[in-house]
C-alpha cells in the first residue's frame, strides 16, 4: 500500500500564499507563481483516423495502450462509446513482445468482426511500478463493431496490454534508493513510471520511496523512513532553482538516521529535479548545519560497484593465471604450480585470490589466498565446482558445488578457510546451477540455471543467508546462456550458449534486452565477464575479445589460442 498522499511539484517565482507550508522560515526564497495539479496531462496521442479497417484499428489500439496519459484516453477512442466509459484500465499491465499476431474469426453475429491478438506475453507491471517477468502467450479476442459508420472495439479486456517498447517511451525508469542493511549503503531498485505528467514525476517516485521496498528485494534492503513520515506540502522548486521537500514525522530520528533518510531521498530523486535539494522536517533543516545537498554530498552512502582502476582484468589460458597482455601473474596460479580451471580476485582491490585447480585426485579444489603466495585449499568436497564469486568484504567468497549446492567460504585471518552453507532452495528447484555471480553491492545473484538465467535476492536473516524470490529473465527470448555478468548494478550482460555467437544486455529486472553486435567473434562463446567502467571481455572458439559501446565491435585480446580461457575482472 502507499504510504506517501499523491504529490506535484509547485514552480515557484511570484508572490503567493503557500498552503500547507506555514512552518516554513520567512528567510526562505518560496513564492508561487503557479501549481500544476494532479492530472495535468500533455495532449494524447490521436485517434483512429477516419475510415480505419478493422485489422489496423487492432493494431492501433495496442500501440495507444503505452500511452497511460489521462485514463488511457490515446486507447479508449479505439473503443465503442460504451466499451470506452466501462473498460477497467487498471486491472493490470501486461508487457508483451512488440507486434503482435491478428488472426479473423468468426464473430459471435453478423456485424461483428473478431480478431484474435495473440504473442508473446513478457511479464507485468505492478502497481509499485515493478517489473515481474511471467514468459508465456497471450490470446484476446477484440470484437469489432461498427458505430456511427466507424470500426470500434466493443469488448477490450480488463487491463491493458502493453508492447516492450511502447513501456520504454512512455514510462521512465526510475532508481528508488533503499538501504543495505549489513553496510548501510544504498541501493537502487528498478520502477517504471509513467514519463507523464512531468510535473508530478518527482511526486510519484517519492510516493514509490515512502511505500518501501519492492517484493522482489524484500528482506535484502531496508528503508531508513519510519512508518509515520509524510511529506508536509508538494515538492516545490524555489525560485533561485532549489528543490524543497518539508517531511513531518522524522523528530524522533537520530542525526545519523537523518542523513540515511536524505541519502535515500536525494538518491532517489537525482536527474528527475533540480538541485541542490533543501530537506526540512516540519519547517527546520533536516539536518543540523547542511540544510542544502547535492547527489555529491551522499556519495559516501554508494555501494562499491566496480573494482579499482589499477586492478586489472586476467585470464586463465592452458592452466595459468595471466594478466590481458599474456604475461604469467605471479605466484602458485601463474607459474605453473598449479592447474587453474578458473579463478576470481576479491573486489574492489584484488588482494585475495580464490581458484578452482585440478586436485590431485582427479577433482576439483578451491583455493584461497594472498595472489603471489600460498593458497589455502578450502573443505570442499566436489564434482564440480563453478567460477567464485566474492562478497563486498572480500573475506568470503561463494561458489556452486556439483551444480546443486550454493557453498560460502570465510576467510579467518591466519587459519583455514571455513565453508558454510547458502540456502539456495529457490534456486535449486529451477534446475542445475552452472555459473552464479554476485552483485558488486552483495544484494543480488545472477545464475544460469539450465541455460536460462535467473536473477535472486540475497537476504540474511538470523544469521542465516539465503537465495531469495528468484525471477526467470526473458525465458524463451534469450538464447540458451551459457554465462553471465554485471555490467552494472542495474544491468547483465549473457552470452547464448549454441554454435552461433549472441551477446545480449539485459536490465536487472528482464524488461529491457538489447543485442550486442558479433562482428569478430567465432561460436561457440564459452564465457563472459563485464565490470563498471571496463570492457566487456568474452572467450569464443578462437581466444578472447574486448567490447565497448563505443566501438560496437569485438577487438582481440588474446587471439588465435584456441577454446577454453577463462577471463576475469575483481568481484
Same mark, same amino acid.
Not at 40 to 57: T, Y
Not at 60 to 70: D, L, P, V, W, Y
Not at 152 to 176: D, F, H, K, M, T
Given at each position: 500500500?502507499?504510504?506517501?498522499?499523491?504529490?506535484?511539484?509547485?514552480?515557484?517565482?511570484?508572490?503567493?500564499?503557500l498552503?500547507?507550508c506555514?512552518?516554513i522560515?520567512?528567510?526562505?526564497?518560496l513564492?508561487?507563481?503557479r501549481?500544476?495539479?494532479?492530472?495535468?496531462?500533455?495532449?494524447?496521442?490521436?485517434?483512429?483516423?477516419?475510415g480505419v479497417?478493422?485489422?489496423?484499428l487492432?493494431?492501433?489500439?495496442?500501440?495507444?495502450?503505452?500511452?497511460?496519459a489521462?485514463?488511457?484516453?490515446?486507447?479508449?477512442?479505439?473503443?465503442?462509446?460504451?466499451?470506452?466509459?466501462?473498460?477497467?484500465?487498471?486491472?493490470?499491465?501486461?508487457?508483451?513482445?512488440?507486434?503482435?499476431?491478428a488472426?479473423?474469426?468468426?464473430?459471435?453475429?453478423?456485424?461483428?468482426?473478431?480478431?484474435?491478438?495473440?504473442?508473446?506475453?513478457?511479464?507485468t507491471?505492478?502497481a509499485d511500478g515493478?517489473?515481474?517477468?511471467a514468459?508465456?502467450?497471450?490470446s484476446?479476442?477484440?470484437?469489432?463493431?461498427?458505430?456511427?459508420?466507424?470500426?470500434?472495439?466493443?469488448n477490450?479486456?480488463?487491463?491493458?496490454?502493453?508492447?516492450?517498447?511502447?513501456?520504454?517511451?512512455?514510462?521512465?525508469?526510475?532508481?528508488?534508493?533503499?538501504?543495505?542493511?549489513?553496510?548501510?549503503?544504498?541501493?537502487?531498485?528498478?520502477?517504471?513510471?509513467?514519463?507523464?505528467p512531468?510535473?508530478?514525476?518527482?511526486?510519484?517516485v517519492?510516493?514509490?520511496?515512502?511505500?518501501?521496498?519492492?517484493q522482489r528485494?524484500?528482506?535484502?534492503?531496508?528503508?531508513?523512513?519510519?512508518?509515520?513520515?509524510?511529506?508536509?506540502?508538494?515538492?516545490?522548486?524555489?525560485?533561485?532553482?532549489?528543490?524543497?521537500?518539508?517531511?513531518?514525522?522524522?523528530?524522533?530520528?537520530?542525526?545519523?538516521?537523518?542523513r540515511?533518510?536524505?541519502?535515500?531521498?536525494?538518491?532517489?530523486?537525482?536527474?528527475?529535479?533540480?538541485?541542490?535539494?533543501?530537506?526540512?522536517?516540519?519547517?527546520?533543516?533536516?539536518?543540523?548545519?547542511?540544510?542544502?545537498?547535492?547527489?555529491?554530498?551522499i556519495?559516501?552512502?554508494?555501494?562499491?560497484?566496480?573494482?579499482?582502476?589499477?586492478?586489472?582484468?586476467?585470464?586463465?589460458?592452458?592452466?595459468?593465471?595471466?594478466s590481458?597482455?599474456?604475461?604469467?601473474?605471479?605466484g602458485?596460479a601463474?607459474?605453473?604450480?598449479?592447474?587453474?580451471?578458473?579463478?576470481?580476485?576479491?573486489?574492489?582491490?584484488?588482494?585475495?585470490?580464490?581458484?578452482?585447480?585440478?586436485?590431485?585426485?582427479?577433482?576439483?579444489?578451491?583455493?584461497?589466498?594472498?595472489?603471489?603466495g600460498?593458497?589455502?585449499?578450502?573443505?570442499?568436497?566436489?564434482?564440480?565446482?563453478?567460477?567464485?564469486?566474492?562478497?563486498?568484504?572480500?573475506?568470503?567468497?561463494?561458489?556452486?558445488?556439483?551444480?546443486?549446492?550454493?557453498?560460502?567460504v570465510? $576467510?579467518?585471518?591466519?587459519?583455514? +578457510?571455513? %565453508?558454510? =552453507? &547458502? /540456502?539456495?532452495?529457490?534456486?535449486?528447484? @529451477?534446475?542445475?546451477? !552452472?555459473?552464479?555471480?554476485?552483485?558488486?553491492?552483495?544484494?543480488?545473484?545472477?545464475?544460469v540455471?539450465?541455460?536460462?538465467?535467473?536473477?535472486?535476492a540475497?537476504v540474511?536473516?538470523?544469521?542465516?543467508?539465503?537465495?531469495?524470490?528468484?525471477?526467470? $529473465?526473458?525465458?524463451?527470448?534469450? +538464447?540458451? %546462456?551459457? =554465462? &553471465? /555478468?554485471?555490467?552494472?548494478?542495474?544491468? @547483465?550482460?549473457?552470452? !547464448?550458449?549454441?554454435?552461433s555467437?549472441?551477446?545480449?544486455?539485459?536490465?536487472?529486472?528482464?524488461?529491457?534486452?538489447?543485442?550486442?553486435?558479433?562482428?569478430?567473434?567465432?561460436?561457440p562463446?564459452?564465457?563472459?565477464?563485464?565490470?563498471?567502467?571496463r570492457?566487456i571481455?568474452?572467450?569464443?572458439?578462437?581466444?578472447?575479445?574486448?567490447?565497448?559501446?563505443?566501438?560496437?565491435?569485438?577487438n582481440?585480446?588474446?587471439?588465435?589460442?584456441?577454446?577454453?580461457?577463462?577471463?576475469?575482472?575483481?568481484?
Amino acid at each position: 500500500m502507499m504510504r506517501g498522499r499523491r504529490l506535484t511539484i509547485v514552480i515557484i517565482v511570484g508572490c503567493a500564499a503557500l498552503a500547507g507550508c506555514a512552518a516554513i522560515p520567512a528567510s526562505s526564497d518560496l513564492e508561487v507563481i503557479r501549481s500544476m495539479p494532479v492530472g495535468a496531462q500533455l495532449a494524447p496521442p490521436p485517434g483512429p483516423e477516419h475510415g480505419v479497417d478493422p485489422f489496423r484499428l487492432v493494431r492501433e489500439f495496442i500501440e495507444a495502450t503505452g500511452s497511460a496519459a489521462n485514463g488511457h484516453a490515446a486507447a479508449r477512442a479505439f473503443l465503442t462509446r460504451n466499451a470506452a466509459a466501462s473498460w477497467d484500465d487498471r486491472a493490470g499491465v501486461t508487457v508483451i513482445e512488440d507486434a503482435p499476431g491478428a488472426a479473423p474469426e468468426t464473430g459471435p453475429n453478423d456485424g461483428v468482426r473478431r480478431i484474435r491478438v495473440g504473442g508473446s506475453r513478457l511479464g507485468t507491471l505492478t502497481a509499485d511500478g515493478s517489473f515481474i517477468p511471467a514468459a508465456g502467450t497471450f490470446s484476446v479476442p477484440l470484437d469489432v463493431v461498427s458505430e456511427h459508420g466507424e470500426w470500434r472495439i466493443s469488448n477490450p479486456p480488463p487491463g491493458v496490454l502493453v508492447e516492450a517498447s511502447a513501456v520504454q517511451r512512455n514510462y521512465r525508469q526510475v532508481r528508488v534508493c533503499f538501504v543495505d542493511p549489513d553496510r548501510g549503503t544504498l541501493v537502487a531498485d528498478l520502477r517504471w513510471v509513467p514519463a507523464q505528467p512531468a510535473a508530478t514525476l518527482p511526486g510519484r517516485v517519492l510516493d514509490l520511496l515512502l511505500a518501501g521496498p519492492s517484493q522482489r528485494l524484500a528482506g535484502a534492503v531496508r528503508t531508513a523512513i519510519p512508518e509515520g513520515v509524510r511529506p508536509r506540502s508538494n515538492v516545490l522548486v524555489s525560485r533561485s532553482g532549489r528543490t524543497v521537500i518539508n517531511l513531518s514525522g522524522v523528530d524522533t530520528l537520530t542525526e545519523a538516521q537523518r542523513r540515511l533518510v536524505a541519502a535515500q531521498i536525494v538518491g532517489s530523486l537525482d536527474g528527475l529535479v533540480p538541485t541542490p535539494l533543501r530537506l526540512l522536517a516540519d519547517g527546520e533543516p533536516l539536518m543540523a548545519g547542511q540544510p542544502e545537498l547535492r547527489p555529491a554530498d551522499i556519495a559516501s552512502y554508494a555501494p562499491s560497484t566496480g573494482p579499482r582502476s589499477d586492478v586489472p582484468g586476467e585470464v586463465v589460458v592452458g592452466g595459468r593465471l595471466r594478466s590481458l597482455n599474456n604475461a604469467p601473474v605471479p605466484g602458485p596460479a601463474g607459474d605453473g604450480r598449479l592447474t587453474v580451471l578458473s579463478a576470481a580476485r576479491s573486489n574492489p582491490n584484488g588482494e585475495t585470490l580464490a581458484a578452482v585447480v585440478a586436485g590431485p585426485d582427479g577433482h576439483p579444489q578451491l583455493r584461497v589466498g594472498p595472489v603471489d603466495g600460498d593458497l589455502a585449499v578450502a573443505p570442499l568436497e566436489a564434482q564440480t565446482i563453478s567460477r567464485p564469486t566474492w562478497r563486498p568484504s572480500g573475506t568470503e567468497l561463494w561458489t556452486v558445488v556439483n551444480g546443486r549446492s550454493v557453498m560460502g567460504v570465510a $576467510l579467518s585471518g591466519t587459519g583455514p +578457510p571455513l %565453508a558454510y =552453507s &547458502v /540456502d539456495a532452495r529457490e534456486l535449486t528447484r @529451477l534446475g542445475s546451477i !552452472s555459473q552464479l555471480r554476485l552483485s558488486r553491492d552483495g544484494v543480488r545473484v545472477v545464475a544460469v540455471i539450465d541455460g536460462r538465467v535467473v536473477v535472486a535476492a540475497v537476504v540474511t536473516e538470523s544469521g542465516t543467508v539465503s537465495l531469495r524470490h528468484p525471477q526467470v $529473465l526473458r525465458d524463451g527470448s534469450l +538464447p540458451a %546462456a551459457v =554465462s &553471465v /555478468d554485471w555490467a552494472r548494478p542495474e544491468l @547483465l550482460v549473457v552470452a !547464448s550458449a549454441g554454435p552461433s555467437p549472441q551477446v545480449f544486455s539485459v536490465s536487472v529486472d528482464g524488461l529491457t534486452r538489447r543485442q550486442l553486435s558479433s562482428t569478430n567473434l567465432t561460436g561457440p562463446l564459452t564465457d563472459i565477464v563485464a565490470a563498471p567502467g571496463r570492457e566487456i571481455l568474452v572467450a569464443d572458439a578462437t581466444g578472447l575479445w574486448a567490447y565497448s559501446d563505443t566501438q560496437e565491435v569485438w577487438n582481440p585480446l588474446l587471439g588465435g589460442i584456441g577454446p577454453g580461457s577463462v577471463p576475469l575482472y575483481p568481484g
